[in-house]
């Protein structure tokens, strides 16, 4: 069994995945958009171009998403930022924990620098440019 998070955006799927693939070190796997999809000829223009479905691909892990707008009913009926959760990273250094998180924040809203804790060497938590919410957690203790 694995847990793959699906992520829903608001018209930049495309623009999130490129930047987080380069981010991340990963590959997008697969990306089709509404418009390639049979039958969505009566969609209006505007909406061909949003991504239906993407796949980026980070070593054995993996982010799917789509843009979930009024106009293509991507991810049932519209977007809504996301609440109630967050996407956790972790990570072996807090180097490497630094530079996701920095990348991260640039454009977003940091709800906690990244730091020491208690439980790590580096800890943080952002809502990037996209509007989803990370936290970046260094592997082992402080």
Same mark, same amino acid.
């Given at each position: 069994m694995q847990f793959i998070p699906y992520l829903n955006f608001n018209g930049n799927c495309a623009e999130a995945f490129a930047f987080y693939a380069r981010l991340f070190g990963?590959?997008?796997?697969?990306?089709?958009t509404f418009g390639e999809t049979p039958g969505m000829?009566?969609?209006? #223009?505007?909406?061909? !171009?949003?991504?239906?479905?993407?796949? /980026?691909?980070?070593?054995?892990?993996?982010? &799917?998403?789509?843009? =979930?707008?009024?106009?293509?009913?991507?991810g049932g009926g519209g977007y809504q930022q996301a609440q109630g959760m967050w996407i956790s990273i972790g990570v072996? #250094?807090?180097?490497? !924990?630094?530079?996701?998180?920095?990348? /991260?924040?640039e454009?977003?809203?940091?709800? &906690?620098?990244?730091? =020491?804790?208690?439980?790590?060497?580096?800890?943080g938590m952002v809502t990037d440019?996209?509007?989803?919410?990370?936290?970046v957690n260094v592997k082992g203790e402080a």
């Open positions: 990963g590959t997008i796997v697969h990306q089709s000829e009566q969609m209006p #223009d505007s909406a061909k !171009g949003l991504i239906m479905h993407a796949h /980026l691909q980070i070593k054995d892990q993996a982010l &799917m998403a789509s843009d =979930a707008t009024d106009n293509c009913g991507g072996d #250094d807090a180097t490497e !924990g630094g530079r996701i998180f920095n990348a /991260l924040a454009g977003g809203k940091v709800t &906690m620098p990244f730091q =020491a804790t208690f439980w790590s060497p580096g800890f440019r996209f509007n989803t919410p990370w936290m």
